[in-house]
């Protein structure tokens, strides 16, 4: 067995745990505004804040004008990924035209094609680290983090071993060239905001 079927089968075998804590969280009195998820069996929330959705809805639209408006795409939509008890709910999801809920009405990461995710201040290690990780083992072909407070973005892509093979910087006002992925999508960036 590999390194990569054993986290898969750990992702299979946590969904059941996965489940049981985000049922417990949706009876819990989370704020207005925040986002939960769990990174590596631990609990987040994190503040939303309009410069995040900003971004969000930006990115959103590129992909809406690339695609058409009937693209699969969502914003904080648990999806499990490889990994130990990784139920991400990332900022933005795109998903192949041919994605199909599993038996638990969940959307498969097999299926993912895209994540981005925007830095929130607590968030950063996650987003380096764990969710890369996870992203990179279920085969995610394009993986960018828009940082807000630095005013760059980072491109993942080329996954392989769990691991990505390219990793861009790009400082906003320039192009987040995505035209030989999948995607096959240019992403302006000089109307990012700033935090």
Same mark, same amino acid.
Request: aromatic share 10%; net charge negative.
């Given at each position: 067995?590999?390194? $990569?079927? #054993?986290?898969?089968?750990?992702? &299979?075998?946590?969904?059941? /745990?996965?489940?049981e804590?985000?049922e417990?969280? @949706?009876r819990?009195?989370?704020?207005e505004?925040?986002?939960?998820?769990?990174?590596?069996?631990?609990v987040?929330?994190?503040?939303?804040?309009?410069?995040?959705?900003?971004?969000?809805?930006?990115?959103?639209?590129?992909l809406?004008?690339?695609?058409?408006?009937?693209?699969?795409?969502?914003?904080?939509?648990?999806?499990?990924?490889?990994g130990?008890?990784n139920?991400?709910?990332?900022d933005?999801?795109? $998903?192949? #035209?041919?994605?199909?809920?599993d &038996?638990?009405?969940?959307? /498969?990461?097999?299926?993912v094609?895209?994540?981005? @995710?925007?830095?929130?201040?607590?968030?950063?290690?996650?987003?380096?680290g764990?969710?890369?990780?996870?992203?990179?083992?279920?085969?995610?072909?394009?993986?960018l983090?828009?940082?807000?407070?630095?005013?760059k973005?980072?491109?993942?892509?080329?996954?392989?071993?769990?691991?990505?093979?390219?990793?861009?910087?790009?400082?906003?006002?320039?192009?987040?060239?995505?035209?030989?992925?999948?995607?096959?999508?240019?992403?302006?960036?000089?109307?990012?905001?700033?935090?």
């Amino acid at each position: 067995m590999t390194v $990569l079927e #054993d986290r898969i089968e750990m992702a &299979d075998a946590n969904t059941k /745990r996965l489940d049981e804590w985000f049922e417990r969280l @949706e009876r819990m009195p989370v704020p207005e505004g925040f986002r939960v998820e769990i990174v590596g069996g631990n609990v987040h929330m994190t503040p939303q804040r309009d410069t995040h959705w900003e971004i969000i809805r930006r990115i959103v639209r590129a992909l809406e004008d690339r695609f058409g408006r009937e693209v699969r795409v969502f914003s904080d939509v648990r999806i499990d990924f490889p990994g130990h008890e990784n139920g991400f709910c990332p900022d933005v999801a795109k $998903l192949s #035209d041919s994605a199909k809920k599993d &038996d638990e009405g969940r959307w /498969r990461y097999q299926d993912v094609e895209f994540i981005a @995710e925007v830095i929130s201040e607590g968030t950063a290690p996650n987003d380096y680290g764990p969710k890369k990780t996870a992203y990179a083992l279920a085969e995610v072909a394009v993986y960018l983090i828009v940082d807000p407070y630095v005013g760059k973005c980072r491109l993942f892509t080329q996954p392989k071993d769990g691991e990505y093979m390219s990793d861009t910087s790009i400082s906003y006002g320039v192009d987040v060239d995505m035209t030989t992925t999948p995607l096959g999508l240019s992403l302006k960036t000089d109307e990012f905001p700033r935090d």
